[in-house]
Structure formats: structure tokens, C-alpha cells
């Protein structure tokens, strides 16, 4: 799966969180942590769908798992877009996802 590539389209539209990453100089690794987080992820949820619906074939519940995965970091990312347009204190540092251990 290319997770990098997807966080990195779903950075890209949202260009108020994009720029703060890039100006904070923390792109490359918020984008480094969220693909690992939605790899996590995706394949926990494959997981759980195995057991919860043995029924379906391999390819429908990895299909399923990234989708409900992708919009799940979709949301994330909106949250934190939300965060640096709600916050005009430079003194944070570097914007950071929340962690979402569910």
C-alpha cells in the first residue's frame, strides 16, 4: 500500500495545514507518522473484519478497511487543519496529530 502517498494527497488539500507543516519544518515527519498510524490502521481493521465477517473475501474486507481507515485519517487531518485555524499562538511548536488509540 503506498500510505505516504495518500497522506500526502490528503495533506495537500488542506492547504492551511500543509503550509504550517512546511513552515514548522515538521511536513516530512507528521506525514512519516500518519502513514504509519493509517497503515496501523488499516490492517487492525482488516483484522477485526476477518473474525467479524468470515464470510467475505480477502480483497472486500481489505477494500472495506482502507476505506473506513482512509476516512478516519480524513478526519484526523480536517482536526488538525482545524487547530491551525483556530490558533494564532506560535508558541505551540510543531503541530502534531492527536494520537487515537481506539
Not at 519544518?25 to 507518522?33: K, W
Not at 478497511?65 to 482545524?82: D, K, P, V
Request: proline share 6%; hydrophobic share 40%.
Amino acid at each position: 500500500m503506498q500510505y505516504k502517498t495518500i497522506i500526502l494527497e490528503l495533506i495537500d488539500s488542506h492547504p492551511p495545514l500543509k503550509h504550517q507543516l512546511a513552515s514548522s519544518d515538521s511536513l516530512l515527519s507528521t506525514m512519516n507518522q500518519l502513514a504509519s498510524e493509517f497503515r496501523r490502521l488499516h490492517l487492525h481493521l482488516g483484522n477485526i473484519m476477518v473474525a467479524q465477517q468470515p464470510l467475505l473475501s480477502p480483497v472486500e474486507i481489505q477494500l472495506q478497511a482502507m476505506e473506513f481507515a482512509t476516512e478516519q485519517m480524513t478526519q484526523l487531518i480536517e482536526a488538525m487543519e482545524q487547530r491551525v485555524t483556530t490558533e494564532h499562538d506560535s508558541d505551540n511548536g510543531p503541530l502534531q496529530p492527536a494520537r487515537n488509540d481506539a
